[in-house]
């Protein structure tokens, strides 16, 4: 399985943060913190301490770009997560790993892995 990863949950329905987080435990990570606004997400991107970061593409009427672009600017791996049909992502994201419901134990573990390979 390899190293444990602290893993930054950005996701503002708590049901869905919470099966992630069960997720993300039962695949031997630990989740380092969860984010239900962009202010929020940009605190925890100010402040670090993650090796990794789930993106909701939709936090509340707010997208989460700005955190991606933070994210990317760190040299930090991110996921972007969405549960239905999105626009398309920004040019500079149109490659970003994406995780779509129904979120799956070894779609998730894939995912991570392929995320986290080259830190």
């Given at each position: 399985m390899g190293e444990a990863r602290r893993?930054?949950?950005?996701?503002d329905e708590p049901l869905i943060a919470m099966m992630l987080g069960d997720l993300i435990a039962d695949l031997g990570h630990e989740v380092e913190g969860v984010c239900d606004t962009l202010a929020e997400a940009h605190a925890a991107?100010?402040?670090?301490?993650f090796d990794l970061a789930i993106l909701d593409v939709?936090?509340?009427?707010?997208?989460?770009?700005?955190?991606?672009?933070?994210?990317?600017?760190?040299?930090?791996p991110f996921l972007v997560a969405s549960g239905g049909h999105i626009d398309p992502p920004p040019r500079a994201f149109e490659h970003c790993p994406m995780l779509a419901k129904p979120?799956?134990?070894?779609m998730l573990g894939s995912l991570l892995?392929?995320?986290l390979?080259?830190?």
């Amino acid at each position: 399985m390899g190293e444990a990863r602290r893993i930054l949950i950005v996701e503002d329905e708590p049901l869905i943060a919470m099966m992630l987080g069960d997720l993300i435990a039962d695949l031997g990570h630990e989740v380092e913190g969860v984010c239900d606004t962009l202010a929020e997400a940009h605190a925890a991107v100010d402040a670090g301490g993650f090796d990794l970061a789930i993106l909701d593409v939709h936090l509340g009427d707010e997208d989460v770009w700005p955190v991606a672009e933070a994210l990317q600017q760190q040299g930090t791996p991110f996921l972007v997560a969405s549960g239905g049909h999105i626009d398309p992502p920004p040019r500079a994201f149109e490659h970003c790993p994406m995780l779509a419901k129904p979120y799956t134990r070894e779609m998730l573990g894939s995912l991570l892995h392929e995320a986290l390979a080259d830190t």
